[in-house]
Every structure is written in structure tokens, then in C-alpha cells.
């Protein structure tokens, strides 16, 4: 699996829309984008994924750049339940990384 | 459907004692993954089953880890003896299959939080 860097922790009010960035440079050509998310005192749950094009589901939006070498995931109205780590993961393997707390707040 | 399971959910041990965690898949699910999640950190893949074979088992610490999967349901992680920095959250996945992409269908039990003490 490519290496991703996400920040430590972001903080996004309720109601806005939450932009988790992630830098996976070193991906290749056929790992895909992978998103999860963990509530406190649970496993992680799996959110979205995407290769090249960019996804949507009824979670979530994943854009992926031309390069492929950055993603963003958007929670596009955050509520107090979307506090948690949200994991990004550029590879087949499922390796985690730290990945980013995200606080919404009232 | 019902999703993976997995006791118990809390244990308390002594160092040098021996602790076995079990986890039951969702059903019809042929690949069975367990990690290991420190304190502030991500999951750590232990070992990765298809049906009843280990597929992957590079960082599991063989020395005192152990695991099985016999008849490709449910599984078993032993710690023995089990030492301070073993205190984490014990995770099992499912998956329907490896091996194909995108790998994306892994579904995570709620975990055992072990204190090593």
C-alpha cells in the first residue's frame, strides 16, 4: 500500500460541509482510494472508495485528483454523530494510518 | 444481517497470564482478518484467513501469538504469556473474499479493549 499523510485533526462546525484532504503520492496505477471511519468504542466502518473517477454515496463524496496523487473526503452537511477517525487508505492491503480526528462541533 | 462478533469485550490480566479472544464472521464470509489497534493509533494487521488457511501472518509475533480458524467460521487469537504492550483493542474483520478489486467489503466487529497489568 502507498503511504498517506492526513492531518492530525480537523474541527468542522455542524451543518457545514467537513473536507478531509489526504496526500497519497507514491500510489500506483491500480490501488484504489479507500475511506473508513471509526466512532469511539467501535471498529472502523467502511465509508467510500473510488480509483480514478470521482464517487458518491448516500455517506459521502470522494474526489480524487487527475494525478491521482491527493483525495478528498466530503461529509457535505456534518452532523455531532460524523466525530470520529476517518482513515484514508491508497492500497489493496487495507494498512492503516493514523488518520484524521475530526470534531464537529454545535 | 447480523455483523461480526466478537467477545469478550473487555478483559483485565496480569502479565505473563494467557487470554484468548474469539470472533464469530458474518455469515457466508470466507476471508477473516485480525488487528491489533494501540492506544492513538490504527488497526494493525495480525493475520489475514481464507476459509480455514492463513494468507498473511508477517506481523503477527509468533513467539506469543497464536491463531486459528479450523473449520473456516469462527475464529480464535491467543496471547501467551501476554506482556504490558500487548494492552490494545483486538479487532476481527470479514470480507466476503480477498483478492479481487476494489477490496473494499471489510466489516469490523466492535473489538476487545485488553489491559495487560
Known amino acids: 500500500d502507498a503511504k498517506t499523510t492526513q492531518p492530525t485533526s480537523m474541527d468542522c462546525a455542524e451543518g457545514r460541509a467537513a473536507n478531509l484532504p489526504c496526500n497519497h503520492s507514491t500510489i500506483s496505477g491500480n490501488e484504489y482510494v479507500y475511506w473508513y471511519r471509526q466512532i469511539h468504542s467501535q471498529g472502523p466502518q467502511y465509508i467510500i472508495h473510488?480509483?480514478?473517477n470521482n464517487e458518491t454515496n448516500e455517506m459521502a463524496s470522494l474526489i480524487i485528483t487527475e494525478d491521482r496523487k491527493s483525495s478528498t473526503l466530503i461529509l457535505p452537511h456534518a452532523t455531532l454523530r460524523d466525530t470520529a477517525v476517518y482513515y484514508c487508505i491508497a492500497g489493496n492491503m487495507l494498512t492503516f494510518g493514523g488518520g484524521t480526528r475530526l470534531m464537529v462541533k454545535p | 444481517e447480523a455483523g461480526v462478533a466478537q467477545s469478550p469485550r473487555y478483559k483485565i490480566i496480569e502479565k505473563r497470564q494467557s487470554v484468548a479472544f474469539w470472533c464469530n464472521p458474518i455469515?457466508?464470509?470466507?476471508?477473516l482478518y485480525w488487528y491489533q489497534q494501540i492506544l492513538g493509533q490504527g488497526p494493525k494487521l495480525l493475520i489475514q484467513?481464507?476459509?480455514?488457511?492463513?494468507?498473511?501472518d508477517s506481523q503477527l509475533p509468533k513467539d506469543r501469538f497464536s491463531a486459528e480458524r479450523l473449520k473456516g467460521v469462527d475464529s480464535t487469537l491467543k496471547i501467551q504469556p501476554a506482556k504490558l504492550e500487548d494492552s490494545a483493542v483486538y479487532l476481527c474483520a470479514s470480507s466476503l473474499r480477498s483478492g479481487t478489486l476494489p477490496n473494499y467489503g471489510y466489516t469490523f466487529g466492535s473489538g476487545t479493549r485488553l489491559t495487560v497489568v
Open positions: 473510488g480509483l480514478k
Open positions: 484467513f481464507q476459509n480455514n488457511g492463513v494468507v498473511d
Open positions: 455469515s457466508g464470509h470466507a476471508t
